[in-house]
Every structure is written in C-alpha cells, then in structure tokens.
C-alpha cells in the first residue's frame, strides 16, 4: 500500500516559469516530509524539507506547502531553469519512526 | 560525492546466483538503510540497521538479508535471484536513524539479472 503518492510520472515546463510538483499521503501519522531530487547515474539528494507544525517553508527558489487538512503537499520552483530537471521525489515521516516513506517520484523537464 | 559508497555501481548476473551489495555510510553516520528502485517504482524500503543491530524492516524477501558490521559498513545479499530482482539498489545513510533526519544515499547499484 502506497502511503506516499506522486500522481504525475512527468511535468515539463518553460525556463522561467513556476514548477509545481504535488505529493499525497495517506497516514495521518506523518509529520515530517522531505522533497529529494535525483539525477541519472546518482542517488537522491535532499532539497527540503516541512515540518507538520508548518504550512511554509521557503529555502530559495524551493517553497514547499504543506496542506493538513487535505495531506497535500506540494514543491514550487520559481524561477524553474534546465537545471531543475530531475526527479523529484517526496517523502514522509511519523514521529521518532525509523524510515521514510517515498512516492514514486515525478519526472521534472525545464525546456531552455 | 555524497559521502555513502556502494560498490559495485553496476552488477550483472544470471538467475539462480547469489551476491552481494556493499555500502560504506558517511563518516559518523551509524544507521544504514538499504531501498529497492525498480522500474517505473518509487523507493521500496527494504531494511534499516542501526549501530550493527536490524531495527527496522520493509518489504524485504526471504531470499535477501542484510547485516551491519562493527565499522558500520553494510551488505545486502540477494540469493535465488529472479529476472525480477533486476533493479537499482540505493544505500543510505543517518546520525540517529530516525527518518526525519534524512538520509544521505549512495549513488545506487545497478543490478541486473538475466
């Protein structure tokens, strides 16, 4: 069972314009997410992360939202450029738990 | 470099063999977790060791097993392997263990079984 749910497999957009990648969950448990990016040939890297107590949190060009009421989160990239095309994959935690939890990630292409 | 190494990057074997997945964790990191990527899946955790003891454990088969060594290095064996099996296996890594301290991962080995 999917707890952690990236309903786009892939989003392209224009250099310059916003990107905004969305992530469901199901566990209301979950109070921790974490956004990583992926290149080929490499592991995920961590770009941001959100606590439950936010609904914010803003590092850049990065902004993730956090929506409780509806365990909704989403990724914003603004301005997006070619460099931002990865995939993106968006993870959950519960409290003092020992793992995370992943989507199956979202493909990101920033067209130059 | 991020600091986890796995070894080997690529990994080719028939069905029926047996081998094994090395990670090193990033220096003062003493939890190791162990995800499966197949194609077209997410991240599929498999299992967690924590200072050389299994703390937690995911959807891993009964034909992989994993342990934690006394330097904190890792291994993931996969036996009876099936066509199935052919995936990327990333390896990473936490202070405490805890998953909202996030993990550093390996650049992933890339098996696969024919």
């Known amino acids: 069972d999917q707890q952690v749910k990236q309903n786009s497999p892939s989003l392209s957009v224009q250099e310059g314009r916003i990107s905004i990648l969305n992530c469901d969950y199901t566990?209301?448990?979950?109070?921790?997410f974490l956004w990583y990016k992926k290149y080929p040939a490499e592991g995920p890297t961590f770009l941001i992360s959100?606590?439950?107590?936010?609904d914010k949190n803003e590092d850049g060009r990065f902004t993730v939202f956090l929506n409780k009421s509806a365990k909704h989160l989403s990724l914003h990239i603004v301005p997006s450029q070619p460099g931002d095309s990865a995939v993106y994959f968006c993870?959950?935690?519960?409290?003092?738990?020992?793992?995370?939890?992943f989507g199956t990630g979202t493909r990101l292409t920033v067209i130059p | 470099d991020s600091g986890v190494t796995q070894t080997p990057k690529h990994l080719i074997t028939a069905t029926g063999q047996r081998v094994t997945l090395r990670c090193s964790p990033r220096?003062?990191?003493?939890?190791v977790y162990w995800y499966q990527q197949s194609l077209d899946q997410g991240l599929q955790f498999l299992i967690q060791?924590?200072?050389?003891?299994?703390?937690a454990k995911g959807n891993i088969l009964e034909r992989f097993s994993a342990q934690q060594f006394p330097d904190l290095h890792s291994e993931l064996n996969l036996s009876s392997l099936e066509l199935g099996d052919s995936a990327l296996y990333f390896c990473?890594?936490?202070?405490?263990?805890?998953?909202?301290?996030?993990?550093?991962f390996g650049s992933g080995t890339r098996l696969t079984v024919v």
């Open positions: 990473a890594s936490s202070p405490r263990g805890q998953g909202a301290d996030g993990y550093t």
């Open positions: 566990n209301s448990m979950f109070d921790y």
């Open positions: 959100i606590s439950s107590i936010k």
């Open positions: 993870a959950a935690s519960a409290y003092q738990a020992n793992n995370l939890f």
């Open positions: 220096s003062g990191d003493l939890s």
């Open positions: 060791y924590y200072n050389g003891e299994e703390r």
